[in-house]
Every structure is written in C-alpha cells, then in structure tokens.
C-alpha cells in the first residue's frame, strides 16, 4: 500500500502562485493532481507518467500549471501560477501502481492511491 502525503496549500490573492508537493511511500508510474471545489465534481488538473517528458493538462490549467516529479524521491510537485478564484478548490494527489494506461491519465479510476487532500484557497 503506497501512502500519498501532499503540502503546499494555502491562501493566496489572484495572480499568486503556489507550490504543492505530493510525496509517495512508494514507486509509482502515474501521477497526478486532480480538484474538487464544493459543491462540484472531482476534476483532473495534470498527470504525469513515468518519464517526466508525458504530461497532459486540463485545459483551464494550461500555460498556468506545471507538473513536475522527482523519481528518485517519488514526490510530484505541482507549481501552480497566476492563480484565479476559480482555481479555489481541495487539490488531491493521486497515484498509479501500473505501468500502462487503463483509462486515460485524466481518468480518477486510473490511479490506485489518493492523498487526503490540500486546501488551496485565491481570494479575489
């Protein structure tokens, strides 16, 4: 069982940025950071897969975020700028135990592992 442990969230005006950091107990092939506001559904934010060079976007996000990994620490980052109100949300890390694609990297049923979840909070 691989424990996900983000940090980084916070409160911050629009146009700020933020830094969220997700680290596993153990390896993983995808990761990914997915958001949920209240009152909405769960939606993806931005996957990575094993080589650092696939990543996918929501399209709200791009230009915006940034998804990175450090393999050797199995920790996902996620450098979020020029932040918007709307961005508001409960951001979860998620993690993939296979090396293969099953549903897409957009797809909450890819991903085996959830963290529990950080607030971030862009006040207008």
């Known amino acids: 069982q691989v424990q996900l442990v983000e940090s980084g969230g916070g409160l911050v005006q629009a146009g700020g940025s933020l830094r969220l950091s997700c680290a596993a107990s153990?390896?993983?092939?995808?990761m990914a950071w997915f958001r949920q506001a209240p009152g909405k559904e769960r939606e993806f934010v931005a996957a990575?897969?094993?080589?650092?060079?696939?990543?996918d976007y929501a399209d709200s996000v791009k230009g915006r975020f940034t998804i990175s990994r450090d393999n050797a620490d199995n920790t996902v980052y996620l450098q979020m700028s020029s932040l918007k109100p709307e961005d508001t949300a409960v951001y979860y890390c998620?993690?993939?135990?296979?090396?293969?694609?099953?549903?897409?990297?957009?797809?909450?049923?890819?991903?085996?592992?959830w963290g529990q979840g950080t607030q971030v909070t862009v006040s207008s």
């Open positions: 998620a993690a993939d135990r296979n090396y293969g694609l099953l549903y897409g990297s957009g797809d909450p049923r890819e991903y085996d592992y």
């Open positions: 153990g390896r993983t092939y995808g």
């Open positions: 990575s897969r094993w080589s650092a060079s696939r990543t």
